[in-house]
């Protein structure tokens, strides 16, 4: 069974950075991609940012210039330096895995808040 594991979320002032953490663990086969989502109150889970194997990576317009993603493959674990932060940045970030299979995890709160 394979286990994702995210750490990080806080509340944060307007400006301020936070960096997630995403440790997968358990019976994982060769890991492709890496990756977070985000889902804001009241709107559509929406893709922020992906770190391929090869260490090509990929973000929404929003976070471009302010997110850096990156990865661990010794640890299997992806990262998330979010710089710069804005009160629309507020979500539930959710690192997924895909391997054979794409892995969820269960989320950590980010708060953008004075």
């Known amino acids: 069974q394979v286990q994702l594991v995210e750490s990080g979320g806080g509340l944060v002032q307007p400006g301020g950075s936070l960096r997630l953490s995403c440790a997968a663990s358990?019976?994982?086969?060769?890991?492709?991609?890496m990756g977070w989502h985000r889902q804001a109150p009241g709107k559509q889970r929406e893709l922020v940012a992906t770190?391929?194997?090869?260490?090509?990576?990929n973000y929404a317009d929003s976070v471009k210039g302010r997110f850096t993603i990156s990865r661990d493959n010794a640890k299997n674990t992806v990262y998330l330096q979010m710089n710069s932060l804005k009160p629309e940045d507020t979500a539930i970030y959710y690192c997924?895995?895909?391997?054979?299979?794409?892995?969820w995890g269960k989320g950590t709160l980010v708060t953008v808040s004075s």
């Open positions: 358990g019976s994982i086969s060769r890991i492709l991609t």
């Open positions: 770190i391929s194997s090869g260490g090509i990576t």
């Open positions: 997924f895995v895909i391997s054979r299979d794409v892995y």
